[in-house]
Structure formats: structure tokens, C-alpha cells
């Protein structure tokens, strides 16, 4: 895979990642749910998440970074009761963190989880992970659907809907979600183009580097 640039502060990104020679990264239902607890530990600090999906050996997120203002504040939050008892000022303890380091951290975490439960060794992810800025809302619109479609298009499951490791099912209910909501809909013209959206077949040629 090229060389690819850092992660920057407050833009929209597609990341894709897969397995080592493309073999598995995810070898039982629970993986998935560890990935999930291991995402939220490192990446949510840094960015929002609008869409995903898991799949055996390769994964698709969307997300948007966090600006160092928004982790900033987000910090400072977490901190306030600590500095009521203390003399360091938030300023003094607040230090931005990287995306591109917050991914790598993910990756090595879970990786080394993986082998030391499966008695494997070596990489189990590629190198350097994909990463594609997402700029034209209509582009973004068809990510969307395209990364909830995965399942299906690879042969997974009959039907993308019910694939329990994306976010569809979580953007259709009507239940409190990590996955950014609001933000997702508000780029489609109703909840009704989503859900027509996601009815379309969508085949894009994302022009991925792996």
C-alpha cells in the first residue's frame, strides 16, 4: 500500500482496513463485539462515527475527526472535577490526541488481543490502513449505503439489514446510539431518502489502495 498522509483535525474520512494476505481479522461473533469495545476505548476520543461495517476479513468506517477544539472541551469536561481539588489548570493537562496514532493504537490492541487468544503470530492487519477524505455530500450518501450494503455484496448474508456488526440497525432505530445520528440524516433530504436510498443497488468505484 502507498504511503498515506496523517489523519487531520476535523475532516470527514472513509477507513478501510483488512486482513493480513486477506485472510480473517474476525474469527467469531465475539471479536466483532471486542473490536466494538476496543473502538470506542481509542477512537471516539478523536471523531464522530457515522457509519460502519465488520466483516470477516476487512472493515469500512466513516467517521469525522474531532477538532482540537472539540477534544479540548470534551477533555476539559471529563477533568472538571479533578481540577476543583487541584491547582493544574486545564490548559496545563490538555494535550491533543492524533487520529492517525488513535488508529494505530486500535489496531495493535486488538491485533495483539487476537494473537495471544488464538496462539497466532506475525500481522494480522495490513501495514498502513486506507483512508479516503469525503467532500461532495453525494458522495458521502452513497458511502453510506454502499458500506451498509458490504454484507450482502460479499456474499455474507442474503440481506445487508440484518448483518448485526454495521451500523444500520443502530441508524434506523429509534434507540440512543454511539453512531452519529443526526449528523448522518441531515445528509439526506428525509428519513424516507435513506431508507429509499438504501433500497438502490450501489456499486462504487471507491478506488481503494489495497
Known amino acids: 500500500m502507498k504511503n498515506q498522509t496523517k489523519l487531520e483535525y476535523g475532516c470527514v474520512y472513509h477507513i478501510y482496513q ?3 494476505n486477506r485472510e480473517p481479522i474476525f474469527f467469531e461473533p465475539e471479536n466483532y463485539r471486542f473490536f466494538l469495545a476496543k473502538y470506542v476505548q481509542f477512537i471516539e476520543p478523536v471523531a464522530q462515527t457515522y457509519a460502519y461495517c465488520l ?29 476543583k481539588k487541584s ?24 491485533a495483539k488481543a487476537m494473537n495471544k487468544r488464538y496462539g497466532r503470530t506475525g500481522s ?14 453525494a458522495y458521502f450518501q452513497n458511502l453510506v449505503v454502499y458500506i451498509h450494503q458490504n454484507p450482502e455484496k460479499h456474499g455474507m448474508i442474503d440481506d445487508f439489514r440484518e448483518w448485526p456488526y ?27 431518502s435513506f431508507m ?3 433500497s438502490q443497488i450501489i456499486d462504487m468505484n471507491l478506488e481503494l489502495s489495497w
Open 18 to 20: 483488512r486482513g493480513n
Open 87 to 110: 491547582y493544574v489548570s486545564a490548559a496545563e493537562l490538555f494535550k491533543p490526541l492524533s487520529p492517525s496514532n488513535q488508529f494505530r493504537k486500535l489496531f495493535i490492541s486488538y
Open 55 to 83: 466483516l470477516s476479513n476487512h472493515f469500512h468506517l466513516l467517521i469525522k475527526t474531532k477538532t482540537v477544539e472539540e477534544q479540548e472541551l470534551e477533555q476539559n469536561s471529563q477533568t472538571y472535577d479533578f481540577l
Open 124 to 137: 494480522l492487519f495490513e501495514n498502513r490502513f486506507g483512508r479516503k477524505e469525503v467532500f461532495d455530500p
Open 196 to 198: 429509499e436510498k438504501h
Open 166 to 192: 454495521s451500523s444500520y440497525g443502530a441508524l434506523v432505530s429509534k434507540k440512543d446510539t454511539r453512531v452519529a445520528k443526526t449528523a448522518v440524516f441531515s445528509q439526506f433530504d428525509t428519513p424516507t
